[in-house]
């Protein structure tokens, strides 16, 4: 029997693109079955501006325990940072951590330091930012003072900012010339 080479490769073009449509209207159905309404947390009121949370815990026995059962509230308004304290041991088991909403006079004994006599090494670090202190810090790359929100920033700041990030781009290019 003789059959005619178009007509099957019609067959199969209608056949793919009934497959496909399956597929399409399948998962068009199971996205109806999503409640979107729980993918992103809703947005509490603000108690004043620029307001912001922290993870907050005090001596939990690591970072995921911390996190864990951290309160979920407001900062005070005279706190602008989050501050994360990080007590582990030299083979880096974590011995304690605190977190906290910190002011500005907190935030000036970021890094590591190793205390020779319980041989146990604290890292500090402070960041600005909504919940900006997930992780600990764990050596001297990360235990620093993080600034990320621009927007309290005088226009002096930025301007200093974006002359620095100019300058350092330049010299960049510089270099790979």
């Known amino acids: 029997m003789y059959t005619n080479p ?25 996205a109806k079955n999503v409640n979107f309404n729980h993918v992103r947390p809703l947005i509490d ?25 951290a309160e979920d509230k407001w900062c005070p308004q005279n706190t602008h940072f989050c501050k994360t304290v990080h007590h582990f041991t030299s083979h880096g088991r974590s011995l304690s951590v605190m977190k906290k909403c910190a002011t500005g006079d907190e935030c000036h004994t970021v890094g590591c330091h190793h205390h020779v006599d319980s041989g146990h090494t604290e890292c500090v670090s ?24 621009s927007s309290q920033k005088s226009n ?8 620095t990030q100019t300058l350092v781009s330049t010299i960049l290019v510089l270099l790979l010339l």
């Open 45 to 69: 009121p603000t108690p004043f501006p620029n307001s912001f949370k922290c993870f907050t815990c005090e001596k939990a026995k690591d970072n995921y325990n911390c996190n864990r059962w």
């Open 156 to 163: 002096a700041f930025r301007s200093i900012t974006t002359r």
């Open 6 to 30: 178009t007509s099957t490769n019609m067959y199969l073009s209608h056949l793919l693109f009934f497959c496909l449509f399956l597929i399409l209207v399948r998962n068009r159905v199971c």
């Open 126 to 149: 402070c960041c600005d930012g909504m919940i900006c202190n997930v992780e600990v810090p764990t050596n001297h790359t990360n235990a620093v003072f993080s600034v990320m929100r």
